[in-house]
């Protein structure tokens, strides 16, 4: 746990001084004063409860003896036995005048219905009626199935207003006395129902109750009699969201109090349960309300504590803020604040200390820091010169601001290096793994040449770059030390992770301010591995020696056959032409820049042919990107070639193979059509080709495929079943024959026929004539 400032230390505690005896007799008079509210609450709504309980009763006690009055007058025994009709209206009379008399009392009677199941009758305010033809006929008998003489039930008022149209009395329930008739007979098949609206009980408590107070009325089955939401009259006591209902009815205590959540409010119920009715009466109220004078009394003895408090606290803080202003005004000479001071350190005296010990770190962490950003800058700075953006002048200047003073002034012959990676099938590696492979060899450069013969290695254009210096001034010395030490470069690298790489070497130079021209040698001699292969250490004194010449023999016919192959969907033959395409290529001794002519003309051409076909560049080359500048990266040829198959031809293949088969099937068919239409000119498949835009090679090649024939030999073909036809049907001569069908003379002609047919036109013509005279005599 940290400590605290004096300062704080002092200031709490008067603050703990001040608020304890606030906080205690704060608590005690507002938790004091809770209780005996609530007790004196809790015993006021016992006795509400029970004058509640006592005008109810009164008014159901005199509902059931003015019923009992009706029900054992004479009128009403008469009435029993009798069908009521027309003839029976003196007596009809009599029984309403009863009914009229019950109503007079001040009971909130709503209705008194009589009903006979026996003499098919049923009396009530409206009227008459006969009790089969009445709506609500079934419901009203089954009543006579409850189990007492005398019940009080809670029914729909629908169950009573079948016939009218409006509830005139505004309640949905109505609470029936039910007294069985007749009641001096075993066998009942009679009812008195005394309805009183379940809304007007309201109106016998409502002086009785205080603002704060909800009534609720509850029968013996759980179901609201009385409630302050009267669309909850009916419904279960659950549904109020009071759920202890089974509790109470189950309790041996006929009255009693507790709490309980409704609706996420805290509430305090007091019950009793009546001895006559078993209606259980619930008073319900609110603890905030409850409480609301008691919190009065808290909240007022908050604001004279807090007074006290502010009071308090005020006089401890200006005293102690004199006795800390000599503190303060040291630790602010130091920069320090105390909010500070209290959320790091113990107390001010530490601060102090520290402050002191911190003065006598600072320089050595200074120079760690600086140390630790000094590699990137002197990285930074090394590319900048490989590229040529640093000025002569301030060259050596930033050499020596880098540790390399000693280099400037022995070092008297230099040459650049870039390694690169040849990948290949032989080693595990891919080329997303490139970053982390001139990581490792960076390393290794690092590693195994000595800092006082090179500059810190970089990695530029995806090679490692570095500048290695000897005091030797002879250049041929150099040279041989400096090859010897790149072959044992690549050898460990090759040793340690089984990765081939190609080393270029500049010109030796002697002056710092030629490194941007050696760095681009090296580059350039690094390109010779389209020609060299790879795994090679190239000097660029050694290439392109005097040979300063273009020689483009380009071999076109070669990459003709290729496209034909590819429009031919022939996987093979276009691989095979593709390899023998790229031994011409790359048989013309050029240099790395001349290569690129060839290239590039051999993609252009697949391009256009692609794009005269239909095929769009998105189709074989989704990225985004451009394939000229993706081979231009490319630097070998095994890479090149693989490249060129794998991205650009075998993706036109696939497509050129799924036309194939329509695309033949319709260059067969127009082929076919020329010939029937035009066998007796002078037809040639080169004049075929040229109808169809083709070329002649190409649909030779897919005729055959699709019929099996070569072009002349259908050619022939069709113009001997022309000719036989003619020889079996018509009367034309042999030489006019021989002349249609394009034939020098007819001698060749009968050659030809004799040859098809094994015999002469003549000779098929009078077989032809003999088989039609013999028809007739088969019939």
């Given at each position: 746990m940290k400590h605290l400032s004096f300062l704080s230390k002092l200031t709490m505690f008067a603050f703990v001084i001040s608020i304890l005896p606030v906080l205690f007799i704060g608590s005690f008079s507002y938790f004091t004063s809770s209780k005996e509210i609530q007790k004196n609450v809790n015993q006021s709504k016992k006795e509400l409860i029970l004058q509640i309980n006592s005008n109810v009763e009164h008014k159901l006690n005199t509902v059931n003896q003015t019923l009992n009055q009706v029900v054992n007058s004479s009128v009403l025994k008469k009435a029993l036995n009798n069908p009521l009709d027309v003839s029976d209206f003196i007596l009809y009379n009599d029984i309403r005048t009863e009914i009229r008399n019950m109503q007079s009392f001040d009971t909130k009677l709503e209705d008194v219905i009589l009903l006979n199941q026996r003499q098919n009758w049923m009396i009530k305010n409206s009227g008459l009626y006969r009790l089969n033809e009445y709506k609500n006929y079934e419901q009203l008998t089954n009543l006579i199935n409850l189990p007492d003489e005398t019940s009080w039930v809670l029914n729909p008022s629908s169950l009573f207003y079948s016939e009218e149209s409006i509830n005139f009395t505004g309640c949905d329930y109505s609470i029936s006395l039910i007294k069985k008739l007749p009641t001096t007979k075993l066998q009942k098949y009679g009812l008195a129902l005394a309805n009183i609206p379940a809304c007007s009980l309201q109106d016998f408590i409502t002086s009785d109750v205080q603002p704060l107070d909800s009534i609720i009325i509850l029968d013996s089955s759980g179901r609201i009699l009385l409630h302050p939401d009267r669309s909850l009259i009916g419904q279960s006591a659950a549904s109020s969201g009071f759920t202890e209902f089974a509790q109470i009815a189950g309790s041996a205590q006929s009255s009693g109090q507790f709490k309980t959540v409704m609706d996420k409010k805290d509430y305090s119920v007091t019950y009793m349960r009546s001895p006559q009715s078993g209606w259980i009466y619930l008073s319900v109220t609110s603890i905030e309300s409850l409480t609301k004078e008691s919190s009065k009394i808290g909240t007022y003895t908050v604001y004279v504590c807090t007074f006290m408090l502010l009071l308090s606290v005020l006089l401890a803080w200006l005293g102690s803020r004199r006795m800390y202003t000599p503190i303060e005004r040291l630790l602010n000479e130091m920069g320090q604040r105390r909010p500070d001071i209290r959320a790091r350190h113990a107390n001010e005296f530490q601060i102090i200390g520290e402050q002191v010990h911190h003065l006598f770190q600072s320089k050595s962490q200074l120079e760690k820091e600086v140390a630790q950003h000094i590699q990137q800058v002197r990285t930074f700075f090394l590319m900048k010169a490989f590229q040529g953006n640093i000025k002569k002048r301030e060259l050596l200047e930033e050499l020596e601001q880098f540790g390399y003073h000693d280099q400037t002034l022995e070092w008297q012959t230099m040459a650049v290096i870039t390694v690169s990676i040849d990948f290949s099938e032989e080693n595990s590696y891919q080329k997303k793994d490139l970053s982390l492979l001139l990581f490792a060899v960076h390393n290794m450069i690092e590693e195994l040449i000595p800092p006082c013969n090179r500059l810190a290695p970089v990695i530029m254009d995806h090679a490692v770059v570095t500048l290695i210096g000897s005091a030797d001034g002879d250049p041929q010395s150099f040279h041989k030390t400096l090859y010897s030490l790149t072959e044992s470069l690549q050898q460990k690298i090759n040793n340690y992770l089984k990765l081939e790489v190609s080393i270029g070497l500049s010109l030796p130079f002697h002056a710092f301010d030629k490194i941007s021209i050696a760095y681009r040698e090296a580059l350039e001699a690094l390109k010779y591995r389209i020609t060299l292969g790879k795994g090679i250490i190239i000097q660029y004194e050694n290439i392109n020696s005097g040979n300063h010449y273009l020689n483009l023999n380009y071999p076109t016919h070669k990459e003709n056959d290729l496209l034909d192959a590819i429009k031919l969907a022939d996987t093979e033959n276009a691989k095979e032409t593709l390899h023998k395409l790229f031994a011409c290529i790359f048989a013309l001794g050029l240099s790395p820049q001349e290569y690129q002519i060839p290239l590039t003309r051999l993609l252009n051409n697949i391009l256009i042919m692609m794009q005269e076909s239909g095929i769009s560049l998105n189709q074989i080359y989704p990225v985004n990107g451009s394939l000229f500048e993706e081979l231009t990266d490319l630097h070998i040829v095994a890479e090149i070639e693989d490249w060129f198959w794998s991205v650009v031809i075998q993706p036109m293949v696939r497509i050129f193979s799924s036309r194939q088969n329509a695309q033949y099937h319709n260059i067969s068919e127009k082929l076919i059509d020329i010939v029937q239409h035009d066998y007796d000119k002078d037809l040639t498949l080169e004049e075929c080709a040229s109808r169809l835009h083709y070329n002649a090679n190409y649909i030779s090649?897919?005729?055959?495929?699709?019929?099996?024939?070569?072009?002349?030999?259908?050619?022939?073909?069709?113009?001997?079943?022309?000719?036989?036809?003619?020889?079996?049907?018509?009367?034309?001569?042999?030489?006019?024959?021989?002349?249609?069908?394009?034939y020098n003379n007819s001698q060749n002609f009968i050659r030809s026929f004799r040859k098809q047919e094994g015999m002469t036109p003549g000779q098929y013509r009078e077989h032809a004539s003999a088989r039609q005279r013999a028809v007739p005599d088969d019939y």
């Open positions: 090649s897919v005729f055959r495929k699709e019929t099996q024939y070569y072009f002349s030999d259908y050619l022939a073909m069709y113009r001997f079943k022309m000719a036989k036809k003619w020889l079996a049907e018509t009367d034309m001569p042999v030489k006019d024959i021989a002349a249609r069908l394009r």
